[in-house]
């Protein structure tokens, strides 16, 4: 079944600095790969995705960017802002449909 | 008021106990999947459901059962052969399976004592 790895699990960046969460995925069929961003106390909601025919995506201050040759996916935020502090959670969808998540990252925006 | 609506928030069980966790989406979609979070382990797929009338276990469903026998419905059970049910449980649904966004209630907190 798919695997889909995450790091870092805790990121501390400055407001106004760059950040940046890598994920890998297993399973070679996975074609749509999402990205949720969850508050404190709130459910997980979707900020951006990409599917597997598409290597970058730009959507802001928040861009993915997809090699599905080394299968990974990473998330780029940009000019960060204290209210970009939650977690965040990449996902890849592959065989039989299953949405599959990775452990999440703790991003922290510091004043 | 469309969306997905998890009950109870909190919800306090004995040890030994079946108790079950209520899903509910008015957004018309055929899938609906249940995760599991737990700190520094993300979201674990215990169940989903592509359509009505049909499920099928995600990557740790053993302890738990589920059915799916309206489309606005798909209710977890906790058994008592799942070893530790103390969890943050997260329902989620999307228009079709897989490739499209999927929408999440805001949960249920599970405390087995």
């Known amino acids: 079944g798919e695997n889909v790895e995450q790091h870092p699990s805790t990121l501390s960046v400055q407001e106004g600095d760059s950040a940046v969460i890598k994920c890998t995925y297993s399973d070679s069929a996975s074609n749509y790969f999402p990205w949720y961003k969850q508050e404190l106390g709130k459910r997980p909601q979707l900020i951006i995705d990409?599917?597997?025919?598409?290597g970058e995506k730009k959507d802001q201050r928040i861009a993915v960017t997809l090699n599905k040759t080394a299968k990974h996916f990473s998330l780029h935020i940009t000019e960060t802002q204290p209210e970009d502090s939650a977690v965040y959670f990449c996902?890849?969808?592959?065989?039989?449909?299953?949405?599959?998540f990775g452990t999440g990252t703790r991003l922290q925006v510091t004043l | 008021d469309g969306g997905i609506t998890q009950s109870p928030k909190y919800l306090f069980r004995k040890e030994g106990q079946n108790v079950t966790l209520s899903c509910e989406q008015n957004?018309?979609?055929?899938?609906m999947y249940w995760y599991r979070q737990d700190p520094g382990q993300g979201l674990r797929l215990i169940y989903y459901?592509?359509?009505?009338?049909?499920?099928q276990k995600g990557d740790i469903a053993e302890g738990y059962s589920v059915s799916r026998e309206k489309k606005e419905s798909f209710p977890l059970t906790v058994t008592s052969a799942q070893k530790n049910p103390t969890a943050f449980y997260l329902c989620?649904?999307?228009?079709?399976?897989?490739?499209?966004?999927?929408?999440f209630g805001q949960g249920t907190r599970l405390t087995v004592v």
């Open positions: 957004l018309n979609h055929d899938a």
């Open positions: 459901s592509q359509i009505v009338n049909d499920f």
């Open positions: 989620a649904s999307s228009i079709e399976p897989g490739n499209t966004e999927a929408f």
């Open positions: 996902a890849a969808v592959g065989t039989a449909s299953k949405l599959t």
């Open positions: 990409i599917r597997s025919n598409v």
